[in-house]
């Protein structure tokens, strides 16, 4: 009986039978040499594109410049169409509407309360008759809370300009008394009111003035509001 016994010696870096790695110093050799060659590669067409637009240094500049051109055109076409006048139809209804809440975001918070306009002085009795007249106009209840009525008297403006940083986007407007000794017949007053809360309506086409034609419309409305009860006051027509 003769016994045979072959022996495979073991190559260095090769795979045994079952898929088990012998050595793997092989694979970390042929990793190195393709990273070799890719960096050579990657180095030689960077110094040719470098070459290429150094030599052709008009049309390097036309690459670069075109694109760039193009995204200009693009934003000042947009810029022009949403800086565009569309009337709505049927007009501008010009009346002072009821306030709306803003939070931060100049969003409107829909479950919140607010007060269209804080008035001062309330213990003026023009003034308070004056926005009696205003409220009655408008819809708007009175009362002393802010965020609970429409219409809310301060008895100083000092005292409404607190309320107004206290009360961020609730207190819409204020209409304050400066002349609380004139006579019936003459009234003077500032209105006090928040870019803000006009920017955010005009955006979100609350107010139509505003985002159609670039016009802080609820402003004006407020102003005529407080003219007419001004003058309404003034010609005897104010209730109590």
Same mark, same amino acid.
């Given at each position: ?9 073991? !190559?260095?870096?090769? !795979? ?7 050595? @793997? ?5 042929? &990793?190195?040499?393709? %990273?070799?060659? @890719? ?5 030689? $067409? =960077? ?31 947009? =810029? ?13 209804? @010009? ?10 975001? %100049?969003?409107?918070? =829909?479950?919140?309360?607010? =007060? ?20 009655? #106009? ?25 309320? $107004? ?12 008394? *400066?002349? #609380? ?6 009234? #003077? ?6 870019? *803000? ?11 139509? $003035? ?9 402003? $004006? ?6 003219? &007419? ?7 005897? #027509?104010?209730? %109590?």
């Amino acid at each position: 009986m003769q016994a045979e016994m072959r022996v495979t010696p073991q !190559v260095p870096g090769a !795979v045994a039978e079952g898929g088990r790695p012998g050595n @793997f110093r092989h694979i970390l050799d042929e &990793a190195k040499e393709l %990273g070799a060659k @890719f960096a050579i590669q990657t180095l030689a $067409l =960077t110094a040719k594109s470098i070459l290429t637009c150094w030599r052709s240094r008009l049309w390097s500049l036309i690459y670069c410049a075109v694109p760039l051109a193009t995204v200009l055109c693009l934003a000042a076409a947009s =810029t022009a169409l949403n800086s565009s006048i569309f009337p709505p139809e049927g007009g501008v209804d @010009f009346q002072l509407t009821r306030c709306s809440a803003f939070n931060a975001n %100049g969003r409107v918070e =829909t479950a919140a309360t607010c =007060t269209t306009a804080g008035y001062a002085p309330a213990g003026d009795p023009a003034a308070h008759a004056a926005m009696r007249n205003f409220a009655k #106009s408008g819809g708007f209840s009175m009362g002393s809370g802010v965020g609970r009525h429409g219409v809310v008297g301060f008895a100083t403006g000092e005292e409404l300009g607190a309320a $107004l940083l206290k009360h961020p986007g609730v207190i819409e407007a204020g209409v304050v008394s *400066t002349n #609380s000794t004139a006579s019936k017949g003459e009234a #003077s007053y500032g209105l006090w009111y928040s870019k *803000t809360s006009l920017r955010s309506a005009a955006e979100l086409g609350i107010d139509e $003035l505003g985002g159609y034609y670039k016009v802080v419309g609820w402003s $004006l409305a407020l102003q005529q509001a407080a003219d &007419a009860a001004v003058i309404g006051h003034a010609l005897g #027509s104010a209730e %109590g």
